[in-house]
């Protein structure tokens, strides 16, 4: 958008247009739930382990509600959400609404309250169930929403699923706000959007054939809507900025005449986010809504044939203000695309918004009252955000205050121009790659043998992947010492007790690659953002992850490197402990750069090469320091995927290379593996095994093993741990049951290539459940390991 398209008078866009001082709408599309203390985690956690009762629980939902509400009033938004808050996850919540609970849970059809709710996201039954009277139950599966580090947990669907209403969340939210004097806009998942992101198991089953069964309860939700004195319902349908086969898009018309008709008197906001809609625009302006919702952070491209097209009757939402970063918003580029607007539609056509919900983003900048000044100037959070769309709704119709867009564009100017932005030497380095950096010195068959004899591993090789529980005792000490109240020596020496007591703990166990524990570490990618010069971190930036698990990404805003070796004295000093073979524990330069807030002033390739140097660096530091594995993890590698397929080869070729150039820079015997979890590998196996990492683990205990289905189909050449323990649920699974998923996988992969470890990290576990499950895993790889010695060694 050309910012000369604007007229300004004294600084503030002019308004000389019949529009003048017509107000333009705000409204919101959700705003984050788990509070600006993690108060709603607190709550959740406290009510899971017995210490808050049920209805303690759901006073602390409603006041931290009461609280969205009121802020969002304040911040000058007209049109304020509900049903975006969660106890855990809205794709669940909408599960619970529609009645789809699955069978095993034994559903007896009554409104499904937070305890059913929490079992199907965390399971039900065996050592997880505190109240013992469950039967077990594994947790309904848990993956990426869209490309965020958001994880909904997966609706299932059968031939025989029905549906029908199974709880009041939406219309006991609408009527909570409307008596605290808020007309609120609940928000739903859309038809579409629910089935398309469900997962069925049954053989020639096409989900979309529920999509009869499903509309009426939709319409049925809509109805008590709109009996209850609802005016506005918002329908999230993000599948539209996605490859849409023509069954699902064929499926949208019928489906919104459905919703349509429900409930002629509500007014539907169709919201589409995370991309372009390209060629299911035509299709969003045929539905029969009264607004659309565009994301124009990720959508701007096709700004103009939008606007060219959009149909008489249909108000369109400009989602200006970036939902997914932190950036404060540049006012001159969002009022350009206003001003087009306004001239096109005129303001009461129109709507400003944030892109998506602001879910991903953190809370509140009033609690960083310790933040670097210069680079808290530059940004903006939840609440932040939503004063800028208040702002620009009033620049954009002419009433706005020009010293807001001053201060605006000062602090914009400030970060382009920033000399510690800008590092010439790193640039410099970046621009030196050549193709041998990203390529290992000999083929993996000559490196296997190499390691095999270096290494001396058993059949069926047994590790973690990396981190051991972090218990309270470890965080609150890691507090105290960020507070100051304990000496970073007494911290030092408390965390090489624990790490000690870790590496003796995995040898009694009888674990055959030992890690030493991540407890100095507060998350995988804080941690080395904290170390990294270009990286800025939070004291209370936390954007819920999944459930109650909520994360701090750091904010890269300046070019990347690394001063001094960051983890090397801790897998040396574990390595000293014991004789078998420590492996060194690194975050990926991909899933560094998907987990922190991205500066936007250059191309993300660049900023994760810079990355992929730093980590290159430590991978070298630690093989010069006799570590002989050394584990990348890239478990957000799948989540960059853009989200339209045309757009994958040019983000898999930079991202594969990112990754390659921090792993190829050791010898043959150096054995590098890479971690991955919560995502689908099918699309993107080539991808996998180009990266060339010796060793892949992988999570697949969730989904019975069914995510290996791509690394057989694709022959994968290299060595793999498929997860035989979902790590996210408190359900300790048996022996038996690991060795039966190993079963699975030593059916369709060579034995010799197998590795046996949990799915992903123990850090959310505790040291009871992590001490029993481990023990049945060995037992598990051990009786795998008498049954097929003879044949491999024979
Ligand atoms: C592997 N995963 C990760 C993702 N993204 C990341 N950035 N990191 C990941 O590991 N995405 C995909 C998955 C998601 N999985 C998880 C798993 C676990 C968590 C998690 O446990 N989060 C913690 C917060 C972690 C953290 O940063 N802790 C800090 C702060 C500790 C703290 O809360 N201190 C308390 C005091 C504690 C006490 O006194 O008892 C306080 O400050 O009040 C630290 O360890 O220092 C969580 O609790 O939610 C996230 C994603
Ligand atoms: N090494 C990390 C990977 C999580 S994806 C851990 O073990 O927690
Ligand atoms: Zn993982």
């Known amino acids: 958008m050309n910012k000369k398209t604007m007229r300004y008078e004294n600084g503030v866009p002019s308004a000389n247009t019949a529009d003048v ?77 529609l009645g789809n609970i699955p069978a095993r849970f034994a559903w007896d059809g009554a409104a499904v309250d937070l305890p059913l709710l929490f079992q199907i996201a965390r399971g039900s039954g065996g050592a997880g169930c505190a109240c013992g009277a469950h039967t077990p139950a594994v947790a309904s599966e848990m993956t990426k929403w869209f490309d965020t580090n958001y994880h909904y947990i997966v609706p299932e669907f059968h031939r025989a699923t029905t549906f029908q209403l199974g709880a009041m969340k939406p219309f006991d939210e609408f009527s909570e706000a409307l008596a605290l004097g808020f007309r609120t806009k609940p928000v739903l998942i859309g038809p579409l959007t629910y089935l398309y992101l469900g997962k069925s198991h049954e053989v020639g089953f096409d989900r979309l054939s529920l999509l009869d069964r499903l509309l009426p309860v939709y319409e049925e939700i ?73 994301d124009l952070t990720r959508g701007g491209s096709e700004f103009d044939s939008i606007l060219d097209r959009v149909p008489e009757n249909i108000t369109l939402s400009l989602g200006v203000v970036d939902g997914r970063n932190i950036w404060k918003n540049d006012f001159e580029l969002s009022c350009a695309f206003l001003e087009k607007a306004r001239q096109k539609l005129g303001a009461a056509r129109m709507m400003v918004a944030p892109s998506c919900s602001l879910l991903h983003c953190p809370v509140s900048l009033r609690n960083e009252e310790s933040m670097d000044a210069e680079i808290r100037e530059w940004l903006a959070f939840a609440e932040e955000k939503l004063s800028e769309v208040t702002e620009l709704s009033q620049l954009a119709c002419g009433n706005g205050n020009a010293m807001a867009l001053h201060d605006n564009q000062v602090a914009i100017r400030s970060r382009l121009g920033s000399a510690r932005v800008h590092r010439p030497e790193v640039k410099r380095r970046s621009s030196a790659v050549t193709p041998d950096d990203s390529r290992r010195a000999s083929s993996y068959s000559v490196r296997r043998e190499k390691q095999r004899s270096a290494l001396r591993l058993p059949l069926f090789p047994t590790t973690t992947i990396g981190s051991f529980p972090q218990t309270s005792e470890v965080r609150s000490v890691r507090r105290r010492f960020k507070k100051g109240d304990v000496s970073e020596a007494d911290y030092i020496s408390f965390l090489k007790e624990k790490t000690a007591e870790c590496v003796r703990f995995q040898e009694e166990v009888g674990l055959d690659v030992l890690v030493h524990g991540e407890f100095e570490r507060n998350d995988m990618v804080e941690y080395f953002g904290e170390s990294l010069d270009g990286f800025l971190f939070t004291a209370n930036g936390w954007v819920q992850s999944y459930g109650s698990r909520c994360v701090k990404p750091p904010v890269i805003f300046g070019d990347v490197q690394r001063p001094r070796a960051m983890t090397v004295d801790w897998s040396t000093y574990a390595q000293s402990l014991t004789e078998r073979p420590m492996k060194g524990m690194l975050t990926g330069p991909i899933t560094i750069l998907q987990w922190s807030f991205v500066r936007d002033d250059q191309p993300r390739r660049e900023t994760a090469r810079q990355i992929a140097l730093a980590i290159r660096d430590e991978v070298q530091d630690l093989e010069r320091a006799g570590i002989r594995i050394i584990q990348i993890d890239e478990p957000a590698l799948r989540e960059g995927l853009p989200l339209r397929r045309s757009d994958w080869a ?59 289905g791509a690394f057989v189909t694709f022959d994968y050449p290299n060595e793999i741990g498929p997860g035989v323990w979902d790590i996210h649920s408190p359900r300790v699974p048996s022996a038996e049951e690991m060795r039966s998923l190993l079963r699975k996988a030593v059916a369709v992969l060579p034995v010799d290539k197998l590795w046996v470890n949990p799915d992903c990290g123990l850090k959310t576990r505790g040291w009871p459940e992590v001490t029993i499950a481990l023990g049945h895993m060995i037992a598990a790889a051990r009786a795998l390991r008498a049954e097929f010695r003879e044949s491999v060694y024979a």
């Open 222 to 294: 809509l109805r008590r809507l709109a009996g209850l004195g609802a005016e506005w319902v918002q329908i999230d349908e993000p599948v539209l900025a996605l490859d849409l086969a023509a069954d699902w898009q064929a499926a949208f018309p019928a489906a919104f005449q459905a919703l349509r008709g429900a409930a002629p008197s509500l007014k539907l906001m169709l919201a589409t986010y995370f991309g372009e809609l390209r060629d299911n625009a035509a299709l969003a302006f045929r539905l029969p809504v009264d607004a659309l919702h565009i």
């Open 21 to 97: 001082d017509k107000n333009i709408m705000t409204h919101n599309l959700g705003f984050p739930r788990i509070g600006e203390r993690r108060e709603l985690k607190r709550a959740t956690e406290a009510f899971w382990n017995g210490s808050l009762s049920l209805d303690e629980l759901k006073s602390a939902g409603a006041e931290l509600r009461r609280q969205h509400w009121l802020l969002q009033k304040q911040s000058g938004i007209d049109l304020i959400p509900s049903n975006d808050f969660s106890f855990y996850d809205q794709m669940l919540d909408m599960s619970c609404l």
């Open 650 to 708: 040019v983000y898999l070729d930079w991202s594969s290379e990112a990754f390659r150039i921090s792993a190829s820079g050791v010898r043959d015997e150096t054995q590098i593996h890479t971690h991955m979890c919560y995502c689908e590998f099918n699309d993107i196996i080539d991808t996998i095994a180009a990266l060339d990492a010796d060793v892949i683990s992988i999570e697949t205990s969730r989904s019975s093993m069914e995510l290996l």
